[in-house]
């Protein structure tokens, strides 16, 4: 049982502590304290008023019987916890017992909970009681394990808790940069991204509880369709997956609105909740506190935009200036390791020569400087693409497959080909009129949305950073085609106000405890009519892409 204030006040009756006294002690109950002249009080109502708490340490050892001289003494709740040296003038027993002494001290703790407040950092003494409880502890797994899913007493959300080693050596994070990053990330609260429960030191860690926790990431899904997905109807599952694109934008084009940039979108950072919700769940400050991070990813080469990657050696020396590297026909420079702390979220990512595949053609990730705004939306688009090829029905390993058919390399066992987003942007233009050819034959009205949302992605996709779409263009736009795609639902995100501005994002409490599958029914209906255009996409306009308007609507006939 854990004692919180709560607890201890609704346990410590008088009933209860006549029961726990034998009868010589009873009597004694209603007569004035031995200190009278100092207080008016009984021992009963010194005992609930004041030492609830010593009472309980007194029970759980066995000595209630002592609770007379406890009181005699004056002690009481707020002269806890007491140090061990002074433990010995309670007088626990008639003749000194220390070992009686040592599990007083340690008792106490467990009466002097401090339960943690939502959205509130608390530092906790090396002998507190955390009131933290793993769900499913599994054996040998450690309480304080870097990663796992823990409730809090009195609250029925389950968080999933991470653990950061503080200190000042390499590996660690300094208990100042903690704190730091605990109050940025209290600034972002959206529906759809990863948010802050609680936080907390102990024992020389740090400890965040974020929510919703979830083990299921979009890699995981696409690869094998968990269970609370597939027992959604057809419609259920088509609505979802579309309005998925709409709640990752949304989520986006709120990080830069506050001047916030993801840097590191790809499926493995996108996660569904039990409720088939989709968020984001490694950004910004959430990342620089995973100090167990592997960077050494091949997802992160494959979906990063092309402006953020070098080929060929890397530099690291520490000594070396700033040098260049050509990436299409721009030069970027090549951010030197000794660098890359005052730029942001960099990752060094060293591979063998002799490595194969993508992994084979990556020496360096750099945060360029280059605006990584932009950056974000090309790895969305590419995202997006692989939520649409879900829905059409396609394989993902088919899609990496007719990515990487003109980018194999010739060697010896014939190498693993370079199957990343922005190294075949031309055969990305080939798969999604692939895509639009399979939706135009699907009967299901939501499928008139995709050929706009494709064209939508084609421009996202722009090998030309200043040539794709902000998110705020890109979440109009998609609303707009996914409010006709859907009628007479609408997306579950809030309704945004384009017209003035104004972004209303919805309470994300409210959101997380709903069916986050359902739609919210508006008034009105879609006024779109006309013939959709066919997208003919290919390495050309792809790379340099001309249009830059997209229809607000969508055709009725396909």
């Known amino acids: 049982m854990l004692w919180d204030d709560q607890q201890v006040e609704s346990t410590v009756t008088r009933e209860f502590i006549i029961a726990n006294l034998q009868q010589a002690e009873r009597k004694l109950l209603d007569k004035p304290v031995a200190f009278g002249d100092l207080s008016d009080d009984t021992y009963i109502e010194w005992i609930l008023e004041k030492a609830k708490r010593i009472f309980l340490i007194l029970k759980e050892l066995g000595v209630t019987d002592r609770i007379r001289y406890v009181v005699d003494d004056s002690w009481d709740d707020d002269d806890l916890p007491l140090p061990l040296e002074a433990i010995a003038r309670l007088d626990l027993t008639s003749t000194r017992d220390e070992a009686l002494e040592k599990r007083f001290y340690k008792t106490q703790f467990r009466y002097l909970l401090r339960m943690m407040k939502e959205g509130e950092h608390t530092d906790y003494d090396a002998d507190e009681v955390v009131p933290v409880e793993p769900v499913n502890k599994r054996p040998g797994f450690a309480f304080d394990h870097t990663s796992e899913k823990v409730h809090l007493p009195r609250r029925d959300e389950v968080y999933l808790r991470r653990r950061v080693v503080l200190g000042e050596t390499a590996g660690k994070v300094s208990e100042e940069d903690f704190i730091c990053e605990v109050q940025k990330m209290k600034s972002i609260v959206h529906q759809h991204i990863i948010s802050l429960g609680s936080s907390y030191t102990y024992r020389g860690c740090g400890y965040v509880l974020l929510s919703p926790a979830s083990d299921t990431s979009l890699k995981s899904f696409i690869q094998v369709v968990p269970q609370q997905f597939k027992v959604l109807a057809k419609p259920q599952r088509r609505q979802t997956l579309m309005t998925w694109l709409h709640c990752l934008i949304d989520a986006l084009a709120f990080l830069h609105r506050h001047g916030l940039a993801h840097n590191d979108i790809r499926p493995s950072t996108i996660m569904i909740d039990e409720s088939n919700s989709v968020f984001f769940a490694d950004i910004g400050s959430f990342k620089r506190l995973d100090t167990d991070r592997k960077p050494q990813d091949i997802e992160i080469y494959e979906y990063g935009a092309p402006e953020r990657w070098v080929r060929g050696m890397a530099v690291h020396e520490s000594s070396s200036p700033t040098k260049y590297s050509s990436v299409g026909k721009k030069a970027y420079p090549t951010v030197p390791s000794s660098d890359r702390s005052s730029i942001g979220d960099t990752h060094s990512i060293i591979i063998s020569p002799t490595g194969t595949g993508s992994s084979a053609l990556v020496n360096d990730w ?193």
């Open 366 to 558: 750099r945060n360029t400087p280059t605006d990584p705004h932009k950056s974000d939306v090309f790895s969305l688009a590419c995202v997006w693409l692989d939520i649409i090829t879900l829905l059409l029905k396609r394989k993902s390993t088919s899609f990496s497959s007719h990515r990487s058919a003109k980018n194999k390399k010739a060697g010896r066992g014939g190498g693993l080909p370079d199957a990343s987003f922005h190294a075949n942007i031309g055969q990305l233009g080939s798969w999604i009129t692939t895509l639009e050819k399979d939706s135009s034959k699907k009967n299901d009205k939501i499928f008139r949305g995709v050929p706009p949302i494709l064209r939508l992605t084609h421009r996202m996709l722009s090998r030309d950073p200043d040539q794709r779409p902000t998110p705020r263009e890109c979440e109009e736009r998609l609303y707009n085609f996914l409010v006709s795609a859907l009628d007479p639902e609408k997306p579950h995100c809030g309704i945004h106000q384009f017209g003035d501005g104004n972004w209303d994002f919805g309470n994300r409490s409210s959101v997380r405890n709903s069916n986050m599958t359902s739609f919210s029914r508006q008034s009105g209906s879609s006024t779109g009519s006309g013939s959709p255009i066919m997208l003919k996409a290919n390495m050309k306009s792809l790379e340099s892409p001309t249009s830059t308007g997209e229809p607000d609507h969508i055709g009725t006939a396909m």
